[in-house]
């Protein structure tokens, strides 16, 4: 009785091992870090989705060298701290062989320090500040343009069509409101634009009236706000209830492109243009596609943030298929390498200026008319034409 | 008294060797930050639990620690590690400000005053920006890759932190700060300088908050305004970890550290990847809960009522 006990325990064990076995060697792991909870929490579920959707896809063409893709989504709940913390548990207790995602500017500027001093390939999603691809670290790759060249599109929008005289810049106090604002002050000086006001506010602020009324008073021609999600709609439903009609307003991308901005606005958001870096109707292979697989799954629509999400996965995976081996540097050599085609455009590390390891993107502007994303700029790829000059009273229904 | 030592010895010998035993750089780190806020909570509670001033404000005190050796290596270009020192002064120096100005105030105001003073450091540091680098915040590379060297320095400053308050406890100065708390204008009419008593408590409290926010400095190796001078996570969890430990007892906030930073671990990780995602929404629901959990039935928190937690849980007659 007791042998047989003890076959059947060598037989359990031998099972156990096996599968622990299998199940590590058939799959490659990469760990994802991204706002799950706290404020940023849609960017995170928008790009979450579009991962794991890229990753059924993948998976189901035969993964990397017929090993499953696995990624490890891990929440830094948009805290730096929280982000350097977890992006270390990827490394050392869940053995990723690379590591993407990013959302926040701050976030992923801290685990872009961890990724280069542990040697790991980061390919960043979304955090745009300059500063995480301008500090010469060579295992950081990043798909998204830097902040500074967001207002690409919008520069020449507003000296063809707007033709401003003066602007208000609005964001808010983060790595990413402030690089940005202070990039686009130099984009005004270039164009020659009068600044009348550069504002940081609080992030998690709720009233904004403060400082729009400032800014109605000092009645600028544009308004430009540099936001995340919450602030993006408050900000234009306390203009609206303000009565603060400049000739436009602009976002720089962010919060303002996201489908709940204009969910939780309404009809204060329409109208209202911002920065983008894609749109569906783009001439990339599978952009409307994405769009379309996005919108049957999860009944919402989805915008650039979830786009890159979705390339970044379908880049990790041909970097994995193009790599020798996965060891750390034969990823970031495979990452140097990459020039593929995503429905979030050509795809390409190259280093110029101050920048190294960064995708080049053109930036388009969109407007939100009656509830929807058009693509407004450049014109001759517009989806709709430029809604200007606006009524914004009538807009608002007053 | 002899059951009392063997308990001290053989949680000393547990943190000592527990780096050794448990290799995950995972655990490591979590054990790491528990330890850095019981220095933390300890601190607090010299000054809230021992002297009776309740503090809103002990992010203050970490965020010049902090703030304090990150300039050191970007502005001085010294070693971040002077900063265990210079933090730590730093953070008496503006101890001895914030006692100026908020020890003119009793109880509540008090209270509101550090709570002000915090985030008027938090908006400093955000503008101040040719000299804080604002919301860039600092970023060093780590001395060592290793967690061992950071865990042992914890270790050793928790320890010194609580052997420190215990000593002062033991002394004189501590019957003043216990008779401040129970009554200042009885205490006042003893003859007992009750400022200068205060102030004693701020600067030692200040001084170890300091000493753990260069350390997180040291650690973390990025501080931004936002995350050292944060009133819901620096502020509010030392103030957490001291009731839920126990106000006024040696080892209550180091218990409550622990509970804490567990707690908050196992929501951020959802159960450690075990339950569904929302879960992790759920921690301030859980936390709120708690507190009011541990004020309704454990008013002097799982240390102070542990007599009480033996008796009604374990169901142990003392």
Known sequence: MSKSYYRLFTAFLFVVFVFAGVSQALAVKVGIVLPLTGAEAKFGEIEKRSFEMALDEINKAGGIKGEKLELVIEDDTGRPDVGRSVVEKLITKDNVVMVGGGYSSSVTYAVAGVCQQNRMPFLVNTGAADNITSSNWDYVFRLNPPVSEYAGAIQSLLTEVIKPKSVAILYENTLFGTSGAKSFEKTCAKLGLNVVLKEGYESGGIDFKPVLSKVKQLNPDVVYMISYIMDASLLMNQAKELKLTPKMFIGGAAGFTMPEFQKNSGVASDKVISATLWHQVLKYPGAMDYFNKFKAKYNAATEYHGAEAYAAAYVIADVLKRAKSYKNDDIKDALAATDMMTVFGPVKFISYGAMKNQNKVPTYVVQWIDGKLELVWPANIATKKFAYPVDWLKTWKY | ?318
Request: charged share 10%.
């Open chain 2, 1 to 318: 008294m002899k059951t009392k030592n063997i308990a001290i010895t053989t949680a000393l010998a547990f943190f000592i060797i527990f780096p050794l035993a448990v290799r995950s750089d995972y655990y490591q780190h979590i054990m790491i930050i528990a330890l850095m806020w019981v220095l933390i909570g300890s601190s607090w509670n010299l000054l809230a639990g021992y002297t009776g001033q309740v503090s809103f404000g002990h992010a203050i005190f970490f965020g010049v620690g902090a703030y304090t050796a990150g300039l050191f290596a970007t502005k001085l270009g010294i070693s971040a590690w002077w900063g265990m020192i210079g933090g730590g002064l730093a953070a008496m120096l503006v101890g001895l400000f914030v006692g100026w100005v908020c020890f003119r105030l009793r109880g509540p105001y008090f209270a509101l005053a550090t709570l002000a003073g915090g985030e008027i450091f938090r908006l400093i540091a955000t503008n101040w920006e040719s000299l804080t680098e604002g919301m860039v915040g600092i970023l060093l590379i780590q001395t060592f890759r290793s967690k061992l060297p950071y865990y042992y320095i914890v270790l050793g400053l928790a320890g010194l932190c609580i052997l420190t308050i215990h000593l002062v406890m033991k002394s004189k100065i501590g019957y003043y700060f216990v008779s401040i708390r129970e009554d200042q204008d009885a205490a006042e009419s003893l003859g007992i300088n009750t400022t200068l008593y205060k102030n004693i408590s701020l600067l030692i409290s200040s001084f170890f908050t300091g000493i753990a926010g260069a350390f997180y400095m040291n650690y973390m190796a990025f501080i931004d305004p936002h995350i050292v001078f944060s009133l819901h996570y620096i502020s509010i969890m030392a103030i957490l970890v001291g009731i839920v430990g126990g106000v006024a007892t040696i080892m209550g906030p180091a218990v409550g550290a622990f509970i804490m930073v567990g707690l908050q671990e196992t929501f951020r990780s959802a159960f450690f990847g075990l339950a569904p995602r929302w879960t992790s929404e759920a921690h301030a629901l859980v936390f709120g809960l708690l507190v009011i959990f541990v004020i309704m039935f454990l008013a002097n928190g799982v240390v102070g009522d542990w007599a009480k937690i033996k008796r009604k849980v374990f169901r142990i007659k003392a």
